[in-house]
Nanobody, 119 residues
Framework: QVQLVESGGGVVQAGGSLRLSCAAS?????MGWFRQAPGKEREFVAG??????DYADSVKGRFTISRDNAKNMVWLQMTSLKPEDTAVYYC?????????????????WGQGTQVTVSS
């Protein structure tokens, strides 16, 4: 069982930046970030295999996912934040293959961290 712990959420003004961190208790092939706004379904934000990233169109060019395999850490650098980015952000892990874009494709989840972007 892989345990995931997110950190780094907070309140930021539109146009600002935040960096989310996810610490995993073990290594897994795929790591992903999802988000869920009130009244909406959980949606894919970004994912990464051991080396290759994938992004939702809504965040492409603004968010960057990275990982340190030796430290079992994954980060989500978020820039040019918009009010519509406001959500609880979740880290997820999966054994693979590929980078699932559906929440059902991930076996392990963190508790989530709140990101609020004010206009």
């Amino acid at each position: 069982q892989v345990q995931l712990v997110e950190s780094g959420g907070g309140v930021v003004q539109a146009g600002g930046s935040l960096r989310l961190s996810c610490a995993a208790s073990g290594g897994t092939a795929n790591m992903g970030w999802f988000r869920q706004a009130p009244g909406k379904e959980r949606e894919f934000v970004a994912g990464i295999t051991w080396t290759l990233p994938d992004y939702a169109d809504s965040v492409k060019g603004r968010f960057t996912i990275s990982r340190d395999n030796a430290k079992n850490m994954v980060w989500l650098q978020m820039t040019s934040l918009k009010p519509e980015d406001t959500a609880v952000y979740y880290c997820a892990a999966d054994a693979g293959p590929g980078i699932p874009r559906s929440p059902g494709g991930y076996d392990h989840w963190g508790q989530g961290t709140q990101v609020t972007v004010s206009s």
